[in-house]
Structure formats: structure tokens, C-alpha cells
């Protein structure tokens, strides 16, 4: 018993540093599982590795540890990529860091003879990042365009406005929910878990994987076509409301079953597991983790703290305001808020929103949002450009403003009646202008972790447009082109 407490005793210590230093990756992506229903079985992530891990202690215990200490290379890369993360604010980074430096670390300890015998379980660890969000609009836009041509050839008369799909009967949105991604991602999951316990050859493992990935897709664009043919069969008497979620549940339990059937049909014999001889088991006494590797990971985990640190000092030594004079940029500009269109930035210091009237009949909506230096976040998933429950988004595209070398980005939108709105957006940050707002997260980090002053602004400009959006958006485009020098001074010192 003292024997087992001897060797848990370092791994214990370097799981608490990894915990204590990762402790924000952990947290936010709790946070993230918790109240996103897409990420709810990342709960039974971690516990259903290290039960795998348990499952393997026969053949592990075999095996003698020998660190691998080139695994502290990308170890460190993901001390890296947490702290860049971390000071951005980018929780991808900080999730993608956390649970891929645990398995990393798992790895460093036992070494390569050892991790291949738990490489699933190391690998399925991975699948406690909450990522695949990132998707939502591409499946939507897929499973539009899969289910528009199939209820044509079944003779529904349909007309599509963005993601709207019309019908004699009623109206359709293939919104955010309908986008499949909920049961992509634990299809995904799935396959993975039952081709490592189902198959031992790689090709027949890889194979389930990847329809585990496209029968969910395809069976979703079907499932919508299905519940708008069953409305239009039935003048919307079924598969309207709450109906259309309760088939969609069945509808993804029988493909699931479907996905149980094709992998038994083709399922391999199970491995018999050889119990260890004694001079096996003699290599659980060499399994022992050195006082030097203990000692380099905890190092590594506090130098990063300690720059975590200093980054946060000189955050704090920079103070400064900044505001948009937009009373230098125009000569008319009233205080009317942009009801129709609705953009939200809720923790900006300084919000100025209203219209430009530019002709009789023509005015353009105005919005700005600015950040005091160190405060606030110009790039977050709480900001939103304009209303979605309002809104469609048609296309967006990014452009060059003429006559300077700023970049912008046009997006187009519909709303169910029919209106359309044109967007021309850009950030600034200092005296840079992006287009990209991966782009601007990214350099906006990079001034922090420097030491450098972030001053920023989100500048926005709309026009509701008539029936021809391209005449609307050339006057938008015109306008923004003949005031682009002014653009340029666009944030000023108090």
C-alpha cells in the first residue's frame, strides 16, 4: 500500500499544477457544457478516458515507463497557445490548450511504449474541447440546399429567401437548431467510442468514423424535408410547433439504431486479454516517475504564471480613454437609435448610434462602439452586428475601401418579410484596420502580450435596401469611400 502511495505521489503533483495552471481552460469549458446542450456529453468525457485508461492497466502495467522529453516541445507550445488564449480572451485557444496538454503530459510521463497501449483513451480526451459551433451556418446552408430540390421533385410549390423557405401552407426557417450540429457532433463521438470497441483493424475503425460524420448530415437535410412535406400534406395539421422537434428526436434515434445495425453487421470477435506473467509484473516496480521530470513540468507550469503575471502588470500600467468625435466626421447627424436594425455591444464604453441623412429620401444608419484601453472586449460571442431573431445573413464579402488602404466587410441580410439591409463594418485597433474579426482578436492579443496600448472601435454603417441591393450598396460604398480620410481619425484622446 505505501509502495502505491510512493508512485502516486508525483503524478498527484503534476495533475494538481496541470489543473491549477489550466484552471480558466477548465472552468469556462464547464461553463460552455453546462449551458450549450451541443457540449452536454463533454461531461462523460473525461471519466469515460480514464475509465478506458483502467480497462488497460493490465497491459499497461507491463509496460516500463520511460519519459519522453521531446514531448515537452509541444507541451510547451500548449502553455503557449493557453497564455495567448488566456490574455485574448479566445476560448478556443484556452479549451484547445487545456485538453490536449493533459494527454500530452499523460504521454511525457509513461512515455512511447506505455502511450500506445492507451492511445485511444489519450486521443478520445480530445473530444472534451466544446468546439464545432464553427459549423452551424454551413450546415444550415447544406441542409437548405439538400432539402429545397428534394421537395421540388416531390411537387411542393416552395420559394427560398436565405434560410426562409415559403410554402402555400406556412412559413420555414431552417434555423441554428435545425442545423443538425447537436447530433453531428454526438454522432461523431459515438463513432469514435464504438469503432475502438468494435473493430481492431484502423481502415474498418476510420470507415465507421467517417459515416458517423455523413449519415447524421444527409439524415438531417432529410429530416427537414420531411417535416415541411408532412406540413404540406397535411396543411400544417402535423410537423408544425413543438411537432417537428418531437419527430426530429425520433427521426435521430433511428438513425442512431441504423448506425448500431451496420456496425454489428460488420463487428469484429472480441480480444481475449492476456492476464500478465510474473516477470511482467515486474516492471510495475521500475514504473516509477522521477523527482527531475516532476520538477521540469512543475517549471514549466510556473513560468507561465509568472507571465501571466507580468502581462497583467502592464495591463494595468496602461490607462487611457479614448471616444469617437463623429461631430469632425459629419455635419448632420441626429440621435435617433437604429431600431430596425438592432447591432449590441453590450460592454462597450462608448456606444453612438443613429442616422445619416444623406438625401431627401435616403439615410444611413450609423454605429459605433468604443473600448477604453484594457477593458472590454471588442471581439466576443456576446457582440452581435445586428439582430438574428430579425435577421438572416444573405452573404458577406470583404472589400477595399478606394482611395486608402482600409479593409471592410459587406454583409447582406433578409428579414421574413422580405426587407433587406446592407452592412459595411470594420475594427480598429490603434491605427489598424481589419475586416477580419479572427484577424483583429489575433492582433489585438499580440499588443497585450507586448505590452502595447489596444484602443479600439467597431464602425459600422446600413442601408435599407430596395429590391436592387446592388444599387444600395454602391450608395453605401460611395458614401463610405467619400469620407474614408475622415475615417481614418476616427478615434481620438480625451
Known amino acids: 500500500m505505501n509502495d502505491k502511495i510512493v508512485k502516486a505521489i508525483p503524478i498527484a503533483a503534476i495533475l494538481i499544477a496541470w489543473f491549477y495552471t489550466y484552471y480558466q481552460g477548465v472552468v469556462t469549458s464547464i461553463n460552455v457544457w453546462i449551458t450549450s446542450e451541443i457540449f452536454n456529453h463533454c ?21 516500463p515507463f520511460i519519459p519522453n522529453y521531446w514531448l515537452f516541445i509541444p507541451l510547451i ?27 500530452l503530459l499523460i504521454w511525457l510521463i509513461v512515455g512511447n511504449q506505455a502511450a500506445k497501449t492507451i492511445l485511444f483513451p489519450l486521443y478520445f480526451i480530445l473530444f472534451a474541447i466544446p468546439v464545432g459551433e464553427q459549423l452551424i451556418p454551413y450546415l444550415q446552408e447544406f441542409t437548405t440546399d439538400l432539402a429545397v430540390p428534394l421537395l421540388e421533385m416531390s411537387g411542393v410549390p416552395i420559394y427560398r429567401n436565405g434560410l426562409y423557405l415559403d410554402i402555400p401552407e406556412g412559413r420555414f426557417l431552417v434555423a441554428e ?25 484502423l481502415p474498418k475503425q476510420v470507415l465507421f ?86 520538477c521540469l513540468v512543475i517549471a514549466v507550469f510556473v513560468s507561465q504564471l509568472l507571465w501571466l503575471k507580468s502581462i497583467e502588470n502592464n495591463r494595468l500600467a496602461i490607462k487611457s480613454a479614448y471616444i469617437i468625435n463623429t461631430q469632425s466626421l459629419f455635419i448632420k447627424f441626429d440621435d435617433r437609435k437604429t431600431k430596425k436594425w438592432q447591432p449590441s455591444f453590450p460592454h462597450a464604453n462608448e456606444v453612438q448610434q443613429g442616422s445619416i441623412k444623406i438625401s431627401q429620401n435616403t439615410s444611413i444608419d450609423i454605429f459605433i462602439a468604443s473600448y477604453t484601453a484594457g477593458t472590454g472586449e471588442l471581439i466576443s460571442s456576446l457582440n452581435r452586428l445586428y439582430d438574428a431573431d430579425r435577421w438572416t445573413l444573405i452573404n458577406t464579402k470583404n472589400i477595399k475601401i478606394k482611395g486608402s488602404e482600409q479593409q471592410a466587410q459587406i454583409t447582406q441580410l433578409v428579414s421574413p418579410h422580405g426587407e433587406k439591409r446592407i452592412i459595411v463594418h470594420w475594427y480598429q485597433i490603434s491605427d489598424k484596420f481589419f475586416s477580419n474579426k479572427v484577424k483583429a482578436k489575433l492582433f ?15 464602425v459600422a454603417f446600413s442601408l435599407q435596401a430596395s429590391s436592387n441591393t446592388v444599387s444600395a450598396e454602391q450608395e453605401l460604398m460611395e458614401f463610405i469611400e467619400k469620407n474614408a480620410e475622415k475615417f481614418n481619425q476616427i478615434m481620438q484622446s480625451k
Open 444 to 458: 489585438q492579443t499580440v499588443n497585450s502580450l507586448l505590452g502595447r496600448e489596444n484602443n479600439n472601435a467597431l
Open 209 to 294: 468514423v467517417f459515416i458517423s460524420i455523413v449519415v447524421p448530415i444527409i439524415a438531417n437535410a432529410l429530416r427537414v424535408y420531411g417535416i415541411i412535406l408532412t406540413a404540406h400534406l397535411t396543411d400544417m395539421e402535423y410537423a408544425a410547433g413543438a411537432d417537428h422537434l418531437i419527430y426530429g428526436g425520433v427521426f435521430y434515434t433511428i438513425i442512431l439504431f441504423l448506425l448500431i445495425l451496420i456496425g454489428e453487421r460488420f463487428r469484429d470477435k472480441s480480444i481475449n486479454i492476456k492476464l500478465p506473467s510474473q516477470d511482467n509484473t515486474q516492471n510495475s516496480h521500475k514504473n516509477l516517475v522521477s523527482l527531475p521530470l516532476v
Open 43 to 63: 461531461f462523460l468525457v473525461i471519466g469515460g478516458a480514464f475509465f478506458l485508461i483502467y480497462q488497460k492497466r493490465i497491459q499497461l502495467i507491463q509496460q
Open 77 to 103: 507550445g500548449t502553455v503557449i497557445l493557453y497564455t495567448f488564449g488566456l490574455v485574448g480572451d479566445i476560448r478556443l485557444f484556452m479549451h484547445f490548450a487545456t485538453y490536449v496538454s493533459l494527454p
Open 177 to 201: 437548431a435545425c442545423s443538425g450540429i447537436s447530433f453531428l457532433i454526438a454522432s461523431i463521438v459515438f463513432g469514435n467510442i464504438y469503432a475502438y470497441l468494435s473493430f481492431r483493424t
